[in-house]
């Protein structure tokens, strides 16, 4: 058995959390909107189509903002196509993902749907087949509130309050080779600082998102950032961060590690901002909006999903349709922990993606809905991450990893509420043979009258939630955790994510 200490004291903070960092993302990609999110014939669908078991699922998850239409599909989506008459929206080839998109929901529609799910709008414009003037017409469309063309356009189509969007990304992924409008640095970041300044004209309330690395692996990462800066430093708040990891050739060890390469990738970004803002000399600080991350098998979609031909076109294929495991889920559940460690800069996040895929909630087309592995640890942190993110003193035992080097066994962070006394704490074992008892010194807090832990953890770490088994993996009380005077004492087991509520 392995044994760590970690210390709490409510006087060292790493900074408030912003609710944003638990957001979530939906593109119109594979199953997602159609047959996931959108069913009008299933036993479950509201007067709008919308299933209501997913509408449930979401609200458990408590997802604050939602990044939307994508993603790759967005450098290739023309707004208009998606707003006004459905019997007269035009059905469009979507180019990113070889796939037909009827466009049957669209602006409107999921401004209800996400309504319904009590979570706001984050929207991303074209910058890859189109430009400034489309970016201006769909902010004036959506936020200004009547008396131009755009906005009585939008209370003719059954809309009369603005849709009020406040977090608006520069297109995506705009240093990826796949990414149609693909461009260097040097031109995205003029035609992005561009954008921004005229949307900025229109509205200056709007909160704006560069596109930064869409990997940290990038032959151009670091440098895409500190150019793309360079440019748009004073128009923008957020540089976007994109992460995902798979489990390859076996090597457990390593990808139970994978937040530790989360972490290097943010203090690499936050260092590169920081370089940026000096040499300008500004006061103004640029935060990260790490909006997609997530456990993706991504050789799986290029070996095994991966639409081809001229005259293929499917609508709604099953893309990317991810079955995780309970390691897939504390790995989860660390990156998850690794957002909050970074409180102080990553401000806004989105959890790539929702509904089937690459997602918490699955849905079998007049079916069932379950929920997924990855689902445990996102709804309960946040549902109990409150307050501040707290600076931690962890001391734990290391091994050996062969992509990562020497890693801690145990990771963590912990929250506390000063108007509540409310305190979390999020604990990851990567050991997968054996126990770690973790010792918390709760001495610096106020005593607290109830105590719960709850543990994500199998005999089989490849354990899965399926159509089949849709629970056989869920939350267990772990009884092992107890209060003596100052201190929490909790053994978690191995391969497992635990959450600890103190109050």
Excluded at 69 to 84: H, Y
Excluded at 136 to 148: H, W
Aim: charged share 20%; aromatic share 8%.
């Amino acid at each position: 058995m392995h044994n760590a200490r970690l210390t709490l004291d409510p006087s060292f903070t790493v900074g408030r959390i912003n609710r944003n960092i638990f957001g979530g993302f939906v593109e119109h990609l594979g199953r997602h909107v159609y047959d996931g999110i959108y069913e009008p014939g299933h036993a479950t669908a509201d007067d709008e189509g919308f299933r209501e078991d997913v509408i449930a699922l979401v609200r458990e998850m408590g997802v604050s903002t939602i990044r939307y239409p994508g993603g790759n599909f967005v450098s290739g989506f023309r707004w208009e196509d998606s707003v006004g008459p459905r019997d007269e929206r035009p059905t469009r080839l979507d180019l990113a993902w070889h796939s037909t998109e009827t466009n049957q929901v669209g602006m409107h529609e999921f401004a209800s749907w996400l309504r319904k799910v009590d979570s706001d709008l984050m929207l991303a414009v074209n910058l890859g087949t189109r430009g400034t003037s489309e970016a201006l017409d769909l902010l004036e469309y959506s936020n200004l509130p009547k008396g131009t063309a755009l906005a009585d356009q939008r209370m003719a189509n059954g809309r009369p309050d603005p849709f009020d969007v406040k977090i608006w990304c520069l297109g995506n992924e705009m240093d990826g080779p796949w990414q149609l409008g693909h461009r260097s640095a040097e031109d995205y970041g003029k035609l992005a600082a561009i954008t921004a300044r005229a949307m900025r004209q229109l509205d200056p309330s709007i909160e704006l998102v560069a596109c930064g690395s869409s990997s940290a692996h990038m032959p151009t990462f670091g440098e895409w950032e500190r150019v793309v800066l360079s440019h748009t430093y004073d128009v923008v708040d957020y540089i976007s961060c994109h992460a995902y990891y798979e489990e390859k050739n076996g090597d457990l060890g390593s990808f139970l590690a994978s937040a530790v390469d989360m972490d290097h990738f943010i203090e690499s970004v936050v260092a590169t901002a920081d370089h940026v803002k000096a040499v300008r000399g500004s006061s103004k600080t640029i935060n990260i909006s790490f909006d997609e991350w997530n456990v993706w098998y991504i050789s799986r979609f290029e070996n095994v999903d991966k639409i081809e031909g001229l005259d293929n076109w499917p609508v709604a294929p099953r893309l990317l349709e991810d079955c995780y495991s309970v390691a897939d889920a504390v790995v989860f559940g660390n990156l998850m922990i690794s957002l909050l460690k970074h409180a102080d800069r990553v401000t806004s996040a989105s959890l790539a993606q929702l509904v089937n895929v690459i997602a918490p909630i699955m849905t079998e087309p007049g079916g069932p809905a379950w929920r997924q592995t990855t689902f445990f640890p996102f709804s309960i942190t946040s549902k109990l991450a409150q307050g501040s993110v707290l600076e931690l003193k962890l001391d734990a035992g290391t091994y050996e990893t062969g992509e990562y080097g020497v890693v801690p066994l145990v990771d963590a962070v912990a929250t506390h509420d000063d108007e509540t006394g409310a305190t979390a704490v999020f604990l990851v074992n990567r050991s997968q043979t054996e126990e770690t008892t973790v010792t918390i010194d709760i001495a610096a807090l106020d005593g607290f009258s109830t105590m719960t832990a709850e543990s994500l953890y199998d005999t089989d770490v490849y354990a899965k939630n399926t159509l089949e088994e849709p629970e056989r993996v869920t939350m267990k009380t772990n009884t092992s955790a107890t209060i003596d005077g100052d201190s929490v004492t909790i053994t978690l087991p191995p391969v497992s994510w635990t959450a600890v509520s103190l109050a």
